[in-house]
């Protein structure tokens, strides 16, 4: 590991962060057929360690790909209904890392033959399969590798609407090679923990993107979690260098309206909560004093 990577990309992995719930420990009961507790820690445990030895990531020290933020959101119920009541309503979860999420949305019965996910790296999607004792065959979501700043992976284009709908075919979802097929034809899109990873410009560029996917018809929608604070601007914790460009739930309206031509045409909702592991993090930034948050969002066409 280089030296000159700032402290959070260093620290060791500690055991004491797995913290699963009854709700979370049944999920992966259910995925990976691993009934005894002890057992199934020291199975998580073990594509953790795989997984940080490569990818030095916080949310990989933290267990964050072993929660159910998904299914803690307000709009997820929203999104099982979309699965239950709208014919091949395609889903998308982006970024999908280990596809915790995407696993949960189907075990909760979103039809499998609607999903589809999608992330940077390819390796997270095989370590899903490694954690979870699956296969491409026997969970047979697509993936589709990409960076959603390629614009041959993900373009920006303005939002269909009901009187100028997309002229193109619904795709075949396991020929995707890049998400720009999709313009027009995704009811659903889960981001997860993502849009906080980049500064105000790529924010916007990447919500012109998913914008540009959303099917026209009322009801699609797009939602997530990510840091946020009460005021735009940058949350920077105490005595450290990281400066993280977050949105305000009201500066977060006004982007996503801005983009689908006013409040009559998309309802948003975003509100704070406190963020996971206290101001410090777990530990991450010690001392600090700068209030996490987390914003918890929706944007559904009307």
Request: charged share 25%.
């Amino acid at each position: 590991m280089s030296n000159d990577l700032p402290k959070i990309y260093k620290m060791p992995l500690e055991e004491r962060f797995y913290d699963l719930d009854a709700e979370q420990v049944e999920f992966f009961r259910n995925e990976t057929g691993i009934q005894d507790e002890e057992e199934l820690k020291h199975h998580i445990v073990a594509v953790q360690t795989k997984a940080y030895s490569i990818y030095r990531y916080p949310c990989i020290r933290l267990f964050q790909f072993a929660k159910l933020r998904i299914a803690r959101l307000p709009a997820y119920p929203d999104l099982l209904r979309l699965g239950r009541e709208r014919k091949g309503a395609i889903f998308l979860d982006i970024p999908c890392c280990f596809g915790n999420d995407t696993r949960k949305a189907v075990q909760d019965g979103y039809p499998i033959d609607n999903v589809v996910a999608s992330d940077l790296h390819k390796d997270f999607w095989d370590l899903g399969h490694e954690m979870f004792k699956s296969t491409p065959e026997s969970f047979p979501v697509p993936f589709i590798q990409g960076d959603v700043f390629d614009p041959k992976f993900l373009e920006a284009s303005p939002p269909f609407t009901l009187g100028n709908p997309p002229a193109t075919p619904v795709p075949t979802l396991n020929t995707l090679t890049t998400l720009n097929p999709l313009r027009g034809h995704l009811s659903a899109c889960f981001c997860g923990a993502f849009f906080h990873l980049f500064s105000e410009d790529a924010q916007y560029q990447i919500a012109q993107g998913l914008a540009g996917l959303l099917s026209p018809q009322p009801g699609s929608m797009i939602f997530g979690v990510h840091g946020s604070r009460p005021e735009k601007g940058f949350w920077h914790p105490t005595g450290t260098e990281r400066y993280m460009f977050c949105h305000s739930p009201d500066s977060w309206k006004d982007l996503w309206e801005g983009l689908f031509g006013g409040k009559e045409n998309v309802q948003v909702k975003a509100a704070l909560r406190d963020g996971d592991g206290g101001n410090d993090l777990h530990g991450t930034y010690p001392g600090n004093k700068e209030p996490h948050h987390l914003m918890e969002w929706s944007v559904t066409r009307i």
